[in-house]
């Protein structure tokens, strides 16, 4: 017994060595879900009556969101940048209405919709005009300011649209620049050198 | 195409030919001079490990190809006087009434010493009194013998073979008792491997006689002797029989010549050490610590021993956090915390003995510990599109950023010898360097600290 005891004592160190170089290394490596970006990806600015405003999605707790409005025949694709804890903050509203006067697939609209081009504003006594686009601005009093209360003279342009996987989520992301007027029922606001990225999805 | 500027090139080598590069480092031969030193210190620390691997891996290799010196220390039982040798064609067995193997022996009282006997089974002629000692006869050439080194003892009151080989048997009688009045005469028969034959040695056709008288060193002849070298490795040990009265049991004494070169212990004890907590609270723990040692000693008092010792270690509080952001509609975060709880810690000491009494030794060395792996809870927080998710585990391992992998310390201990087998050691460890990377975790001593470890020590 005692032999055995020692011949097994002998190779303990063998196993110990063998366990020496066995043991896996952890390290902390924290994972997102790619597609993110390391600095804020989607954002609004312009110059408001000559006051520069800049929104971005992840800074002061600003959220893009994105929504599909439909009513019986017309669908509108949205993307909103907003701080949702606090509503009385003034926050930008990007609408471009669907390719056709009719509700298709939601992610075949989308598709459809979104392409590089230049586009009418909106007006809203105006029948639903499609791939039109709208701006809205909500100011910290309340008071919303959009682009269809006021005839424009320009147009709203998308420069780049890309396709963009998140989350396991489709999205199309939009490079977009716009210059025009929004009005209240108390106001009427100039908005210049808009330029926006911003992302719509159906999900 | 027509040059316009034909010493263009004369031009530029003449503007530049004075211009000298600085010999100050600037921040690229500074950056370069970091990066080769990370990967110099990447090499030095595969180098560390890798001598530490080759050092155990030949220690533990000498230990098992060294040759045993249990397997040369055999118990040998010698026939006391009267001895009787027998041979058999093929096989010498001592002749005995009540011999376990009488196929191949004769006894030796129906047989006597009868020289003339044509027999080949015929026994040696037993010399049933002192006085026919100093004489062995054989009838074949005894050099052609070859002896193991193995004899079986019996008890006593039987038969005790010596064996020679698997066709030789040296077989004893029964012990003679000479009784003296108050005195029980000893038998000795040593059997030495140096083995020349000093006895007188009679050859004949028959048989082999060999009687030694009490107290008389049986040696063999030489040839056979050679026989023996070559079967026991030059190993000089000797087994004595001594029988002291006819009554009482045979008692074997090993004598052996040889000093333990090389012992092999194994350690089993306790480590003390102090951990701290980013509260900055010094706490003392307690953790098992259990391994092996190869002690190599010489006549004088010094010896070297090299260790390899396991330590599971807890009550530590190290506690490391990552976190990861990115952007798409929101920020998005991802963080993970570790906190460390328990190391596995390996120890390899490299100690110098000096035995200042028979039972009390003091030691001092150098000591490397290798980090192998550790223990603890993690914690992983994921808030993405607005969700937040969250998970714990338990007893995760290998986690070591931040903790050095390889230390150094050096020790004075002492070591007491409870027993033959048993001894019980002691001794101060003091780091050479930081534990842990500086200022990676929050409120933790990094400098090098002190710990106490003690051990029952198993000898082999």
Redesign the interface.
Known sequence: M?IRI?NL??????L??C???S???????????P????????YIRALIDNDSVNFA???NS?????AVFDTLTHRTFNFSLKNPQQPAQSFFQISINSYKDSLGIAQNDLDSTLYIGTRQYQQANHPFATLSATLTWTDSSGFVFSSSNVPQSNLFSITHVQDVV??SKNYKKAVVEFKCLIASVHDTLHVTNGKAVI?FSVN | MEKKHPDLDNIFRKEISDYELSKTKDNWDLLNHLLNEQDRKKKNRKLILFFFSFFTILSTGLFIFLPSKQNAEKEIALPANPTTITKSPSVFHSSESEAPQPAIANQPQENGNEKGSENNSQPISPSTTPSHSGAIETKQNVHTAIIKHSTIANNSNTVKHLSINPEIYLTQETPTVIQDSNKTILSETQMSKSGVSDLPITESNDLISATAPTNEIVNQNPIASDSINANTNNDSSTAVVRQYSPGDSITNEKHSTHFKLITFNFYAGINIYTTSSAARSKQENISPLIGLEFVHSNASHFGIGLGGLYSFQGGYHLSDTASNKNYFLEENTSQQTIQIRQLHKLYFPLTLYYAIAPKHTVSAGAQLSYLLSTNGYYTETNKVSGVITESTKNNVTGYMDGIKSINYSVSVGYKYSLSKTFDWSTRITRELADSYTKDYFYGINTRPSFSIQSFLIIKF
């Open positions: 005692n020692k004592l002998k190779w303990l160190p063998v110990a060595v366990f020496f170089f043991c896996k290394e952890e390290h902390l490596e924290p994972n997102l879900p597609g993110g970006t390391p600095e804020p990806l989607v999605g992840g800074l600003y959220i893009g969101a994105t998140f989350d992302l």
